[in-house]
T-cell receptor
Framework: NAGVTQTPKFQVLKTGQSMTLQCAQD?????MSWYRQDPGMGLRLIHY???????DQGEVPNGYNVSRSTTEDFPLRLLSAAPSQTSVYFC???????????FGNGTRLTVT | DAKTTQPPSMDCAEGRAANLPCNHS???????VYWYRQIHSQGPQYIIH???NNETNEMASLIITEDRKSSTLILPHATLRDTAVYYC??????????????FGQGTRLTINP
């Protein structure tokens, strides 16, 4: 198993541009989530999903959209990037809502 | 907001036991305590979790007080590779009874040679 795969690893955007951060897992996990981590800070939950077609907001959802059309994929969309969205983004998945999370290696996003 | 309180930093000598405390005084009866760690800028790594009883696995032990208001993660023989930020987390309710994890700022553990 590849586990949780995030692409790209690095990305630079200009203010106002849009992009999609990809996250895929091959473990047949129902639960997937997105976090952002700013320098010196803990992780903050952006959005999460408990299965295909079901998503909910986390602590910091503004400026981000998600959808879950398949079990494997959970993309995070930035509609109009802002410098405040400069951060490291982590995707995670788990077998069930009480199971340990498996994290990807992150996407480092810079918005200028 | 995170429902846990941890010291921002701790030091431990290599080979000694590292004991990381966590306060979760508002935890409810069906909430689990989870521990993760993050080494450098990698994705967090699961360590252990528990509800009421003490738990042990190949990485660590988790001691939860009888009133469940606090817990301690124990790394029995710390090595330099255990230097990381350690997060203590409790689950909070989400949609359809699902639960989401909220990370605080964690404890930065430094293992000294």
């Amino acid at each position: 198993n590849a586990g949780v795969t995030q692409t790209p690893k690095f990305q630079v955007l200009k203010t106002g541009q849009s992009m999609t951060l990809q996250c895929a897992q091959d473990m047949n996990h129902e639960y997937m989530s997105w976090y952002r981590q700013d320098p010196g800070m803990g992780l903050r939950l952006i959005h999460y999903s408990v299965g295909a077609g079901i998503t909910d907001q986390g602590e910091v959802p503004n400026g981000y959209n998600v959808s879950r059309s398949t079990t494997e994929d959970f993309p995070l969309r930035l509609l109009s990037a802002a410098p405040s969205q400069t951060s490291v983004y982590f995707c995670a998945s788990s077998f069930a809502r009480g199971s340990p999370l498996h994290f990807g290696n992150g996407t480092r996003l810079t918005v200028t | 907001d995170a429902k846990t309180t941890q010291p921002p930093s701790m030091d431990c000598a290599e080979g000694r036991a590292a004991n990381l405390p966590c306060n979760h005084s508002t935890i409810s009866g069906n909430e689990y305590v989870y521990w993760y760690r993050q080494i450098h800028s990698q994705g967090p790594q699961y360590i252990i979790h528990g509800l009421k009883n003490n738990e042990t696995n190949e990485m660590a032990s988790l001691i939860i007080t009888e009133d469940r208001k606090s817990s301690t993660l124990i790394l029995p023989h710390a090595t330099l590779r255990d230097t990381a930020v350690y997060y203590c987390i409790v689950r909070v309710p989400g949609i359809q009874g699902a639960q989401k994890l909220v990370f605080g700022q964690g404890t930065r553990l430094t293992i000294n040679p």
